[in-house]
């Protein structure tokens, strides 16, 4: 069965500094990776996702994460983040057919000012 | 444009009572899921349907009781709550055919006292 490791319960920075959110994922013949934001009080949205193709991939508010087999990686990147950035990540799998998805703990960023 | 829709948003029960979740979505999507979000641990799947008429067990699905009787509802029973149960319950949905992501409620926060 497929598990995934968010190595970082929290993670604060301050505001215009870079963050990187750690994944790792259980090693697989094939993977979808994804990232899921939760803003407080809400529930989760689709940030990004790896299917195939390029490693790279981004979304529209700035993160981006990269794909790296050798590693069975999946780290969230932002090179400068924003008070509205603070919100939990959490880094899932498609696990087992019919797009059930496995997560991870979660990471709680928080931006200060 | 409702989304997924989870009724109620907060509920105190007491050890031993009864409560149905509702779940509803309107993208006519095939595949719902309910998951339970506890601190440290991310979503964990409950159980899921793939179609009307069909439901499954996730990976924590004691305790818990589902139907989906007409396409577009989900229910998630409780038949005996135990404080154990106490957590914040999401409900997803997602196509079957043409994309993995899945579409969350905004979650009920439900305490067993």
């Known amino acids: 069965a497929q598990s995934v490791t968010q190595l970082d319960s929290q993670v604060p920075v301050f505001e215009e500094a870079p963050v990187e959110l750690r994944c790792n994922y259980s090693s697989s013949v094939s993977v979808y990776l994804f990232w899921y934001v939760q803003y407080p009080n809400q529930g989760l949205q689709l940030l990004l996702k790896y299917l195939s193709g390029s490693t790279l991939v981004e979304s529209i508010n700035g993160f981006e994460a990269e794909f790296n087999k050798s590693q069975t990686s999946f780290h969230l990147r932002k090179p400068s983040v924003h008070i509205s950035d603070t919100a939990e990540y959490f880094c899932a799998v498609i696990s087992g057919g019919y797009n059930k998805l496995i997560f991870g703990a979660g990471t709680r960023l928080a931006v200060h000012p | 444009n409702a989304g997924v829709t989870q009724t109620p948003k907060f509920r105190v029960l007491k050890t031993g009572q009864s409560m149905t979740l509702l779940c509803a979505q309107d993208?006519?999507?095939?595949?719902m899921y309910w998951y339970r979000q506890d601190p440290g641990m991310g979503l964990r799947l409950i159980h899921y349907?793939?179609?009307?008429?069909?439901?499954a067990k996730g990976e924590v699905p004691d305790g818990y009781n589902v139907s989906r009787l007409k396409k577009q509802n989900f229910l998630l029973g409780l038949e005996s709550a135990a404080p154990s149960q106490t957590s914040v319950y999401f409900c997803?949905?997602?196509?079957?055919?043409?994309?993995?992501?899945?579409?969350f409620g905004q979650g009920t926060r439900l305490t067993v006292v």
């Open positions: 349907s793939v179609g009307e008429g069909t439901t």
């Open positions: 997803a949905s997602g196509p079957e055919m043409g994309s993995t992501e899945a579409f």
């Open positions: 993208m006519n999507h095939e595949y």
